[in-house]
């Protein structure tokens, strides 16, 4: 039987306090932090959503895992079982992990990429998009029809344009050294990907004689909306529509602070192995030996045991309807969101909610602030501060003016998420009375980061 309640796949067994601060105490941290999010004390912080990426829980046998951890510089124990675990969902034949998703683009696109090339991708998240670029490469944005309307209810909203894909690929013959798909599409709503965009993207790269990369983090919560959104797919295992997935790829970059439900890691995988060695030379270099990367072994033995716990149907089933559970509330309050919801994050649409702000006074960065302030809880802008300055020096508009309420692995439950939904009402209500920000002082790349803010008049 199907029940309303949502219950957690699992039992705490233990609990982290949380400091019950006041508006007034909050408004004074965000002042001190420039009104930046990023630069607020954590502790300052009642529900944090700022991200996904490695603030989730571990379980008891990932805590066990870690008194396996051996630390041998080279050729560890821990490593062979890290590499297993991965081969075992994607069968590349390289694999070469790193301290975390950044660290393997930056090895993959400085060894790739160079200046009057491109990489297209569904949609370039904030690191890889500024990765590319430092290699003096573009990188193109190429997202399906439907991602350009936050309320428009489509099952694949992250799917890539195959039609410009294939223009692209023609247009630019000789200068696309690789094209990328991110699954779950993190910059789109968290949307996922379908089989079928894989294999036709797949075949016209391979037409094109151009590696098809996957940057996937969030690879476990994409299967999962295979499964249970498109044709054919709902009898099959997780497992099974992962190794698929990963057929239909050269390569993956993956941060295993997302769906590798660790607090830290990543890795690079692929199957050239002339790639992969000069990889490995800038592994040496930046991150350390190839059998740890950057990584103690206790954390190598954290992301092994991660990877075989996320392809679990229970989880997934519990992780998906969860992240519903705020959207479908959200939606019900007439508060507008990405639709539908994605699996990792609730995208609340500034630019619909708050349409008095202009772009470029930031309205995601205003509805963050007043979330804050309001009620302790921690979103991230995504628009035109994280996407709004290009590589020229020139600022417009991002496609998208966003504020992602993302909800970290097995660490709060429905009672936390009931108070964000209370908070957005409240903060909805007084909607018309935000006002827009501007920048005082950021830096050149990456800005949403560090940037500083100051409230217009």
Known sequence: MDFRTIIEPFRIHAVEPVLMTTPERRHQ???????????????????????????????????????????????????????????ELFPFSHVIPTHQGRAAEKILFTALCGSGQVIPNNTHFDTTRANIEATGAEAVDLPCIEARDAATLHPFKGDIDVERLEALLHDRAGAVPAVMITVTNNSGGGQPVSLANLRTASEVCKRHDVPLFLDACRFAENAWFIREREEGQTQRSVRDIVREMASLADGMTMSAKKDGLANIGGWLALNDADLAQRCRNLLILTEGFPTYGGLAGRDLEAIAQGLHEVVEHDYLRYRIRATAYLGDALAELGIPTVRPTGGHAVYIDAGALLPQIPPLQYPGQALAVALYEVGGVRGCEIGSVMFGRHPNGSEKPAAMELVRLAIPRRTYTQSHIDYVIEVCAAVARNAAALRGYRIVDEPPALRHFTARFEPLP
């Not at 954590?42 to 990426?53: A, M």
């Open 29 to 87: 941290a965000v002042c001190e932090a420039g009104y930046n999010l990023f630069f607020l004390q954590s502790q300052d912080v009642l529900i944090d959503l700022l991200t996904d990426s490695g603030t989730g829980a571990m379980s008891n046998e990932q805590w066990a895992a870690l008194q396996r951890g051996d630390e041998s510089y080279a050729g560890s124990p821990s490593w062979s079982r890290f590499r297993e675990a991965v081969q």
